[in-house]
């Protein structure tokens, strides 16, 4: 970046820096009795180009697909302005990238930003997308794009033009319904070799070969597939499917796929064509499937298949009810980045040639992340509260811990969580987890702070119904 520029930069983050304050969670919430609830399903293709960066730029970019990536959702309308909730195939959104496509969908279905919820999957042969880091490594010249700027405005014209043909095929909500079940052997903790002291000594990735890591147990996982579906009288017209893993299976051959969790949301909407099915990755920032998977082909066929039968197993135990009351909440958070975050470091790191493009685009995440601080922009949580079901929206990498925190918070009733919102703050992890070290907390963008910032949001969204 040139020398103008990067002062300029510099003097925003500088000035702003002691605004960095914990920013009080303002929970908001709308709540409303169902009159006629409709819901307009809406899909799109996201695949990138040929040539286009995956993860980030510092994996091999794409050569071919294997099966497309896919943004589904739908809108929720007659409970207040319309609800957006919508799943990407992407490994993230960031910052101004993920206001951007909040305020593509909210203009299309007619409501405002703060009532869309968009979450990534997180595959990571897939789009990676901060427009600010773009702009940062693009000024370099030497370092590979971060996401194709044409490509991307397309993708919001189709999630402009997906939504808008969804809002002519509505169909009535009558009924709705929350069930689980357990998956066998796909989530793994990654961080269970530790020293006497807790210290994590190695991590199993997402996947593994080390026999020793694999021999560990699963560690704090949560077991369960959670499904709530949407019913028209008898028929189920939406299934949203919730489950805490990493989704890799294999990445780094520029081979674009939605992955194994993918594969068994299209396997399962093959057969029911006339129901949207949309796959949540829950907070898996400390999750894998690596004690299941040696990273080999043929394994990912496995684990979509143990990722299907946690699907149809979870669909088994649906009982739908009546709708009374449809209500949605927002929070809002601002967490402080690690003090260690020097914008001026980072700058000396990305405009380095002799460090590897991981060690030059990933700074370049992190020095957006202070700009984004520098702008005061929040995070956005968020609930969809139907009766006595939960659809809470997290960010980023979430450790699993906030998942079952959440459905502590809320053991009145059933809470699914969707993590990988705004993926502005890299890992999220949890505060006792920070002096344990290890791949996730090295690279976290926030300090410990973060966790009673979350935890304040998320009681927030899940308080009691009569509140
Ligand atoms: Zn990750």
Redesign the pocket.
């Known amino acids: 970046m040139p020398s103008d520029s990067r002062r300029r930069f510099l003097e925003q983050v500088t000035a702003s820096s002691a605004a960095w304050t914990l920013f009080p969670s303002l929970g908001r919430a709308d709540d409303q009795a169902t009159g006629s609830l409709h819901l307009a399903p809406f899909r799109f293709d996201v695949t990138p180009p040929k040539g286009h960066s995956l993860c980030g730029g510092w994996i091999r970019p794409v050569i071919g697909v294997d099966d497309s990536l896919e943004a589904i959702g739908f809108v929720l309308l007659g409970a207040g302005k319309p609800i957006v909730v919508c799943a990407v195939d992407w490994?993230g959104l960031l910052n101004d990238a993920h206001v951007q496509w909040r305020s593509a969908l909210a203009e299309a279905a007619g409501t405002t930003p703060d009532r869309v919820a968009v979450q990534c999957v997180?595959q990571?042969n897939a789009p990676f997308v901060c427009l600010d880091a773009e702009a940062i490594v693009s000024k370099q010249g030497d370092l590979p794009h971060i996401v194709d700027l044409d490509f991307y405005r397309r993708c919001l014209d189709k999630a402009r033009a997906a939504v808008e043909s969804g809002l002519q095929q509505t169909r009535p909500v009558t009924a709705v319904a929350a069930g689980q079940a357990n998956v066998q052997n796909v989530a793994s903790n990654r961080r269970v070799f530790r020293n006497t002291y807790g210290h994590v000594m190695k991590m199993r990735g997402s996947s593994c070969r080390d026999e020793e890591l694999r021999a560990l147990s699963d560690g704090i996982i949560d077991p369960q597939l959670k499904t709530v579906a949407f019913y028209d009288g008898d028929t189920k017209i939406a299934a949203c499917h919730y489950y805490a893993t990493?989704p890799m299976s294999y990445y780094g051959d520029g081979r674009v796929s939605s992955d194994f969790v993918g594969l068994a949301r299209k396997r399962r909407q093959r057969e029911q064509p006339e129901c949207q099915h949309i796959y949540f990755t829950g907070c898996?920032?400390n999750i894998s499937a690596g004690k299941y998977n040696d990273g080999s082909q043929p394994v990912r066929r496995i684990l979509a298949n143990r990722i299907y039968d946690g699907i149809v197993a979870a669909e088994k135990t649906l009982q739908p009810k009546s709708i009374e009351h449809v209500r949605w909440r927002t929070a809002e958070m601002l967490p402080k980045a690690r003090s260690t975050l020097s914008a001026d470091t980072l700058y000396q790191q990305i405009s380095d040639s002799r460090n590897s493009f991981v060690n030059r685009n990933r700074p370049s995440y992190m020095l957006s992340w202070l700009g984004r601080l520098g702008k005061q922009t929040p995070i956005v949580l968020s609930a969809l509260q139907v009766d006595d079901i939960s659809l809470l929206h997290l960010p980023a990498?979430s450790f699993i811990e906030y998942q079952l925190r959440a459905q502590q918070l809320g053991s009145d009733r059933f809470v699914a969580t969707a993590a990988y919102g705004d993926g502005g703050p890299w890992?999220i992890p949890i505060a006792e987890e920070y002096p344990n070290g290890g791949y996730e907390v090295s690279v976290a963008f926030c300090d410990s702070s973060i966790d009673a910032v979350m935890t304040t949001g998320m009681q927030s969204l899940l308080l009691p119904k009569s509140v």
Request: hydrophobic letters at 10%.
């Open positions: 490994t997180h990571h990493h898996a920032g990498e890992y």
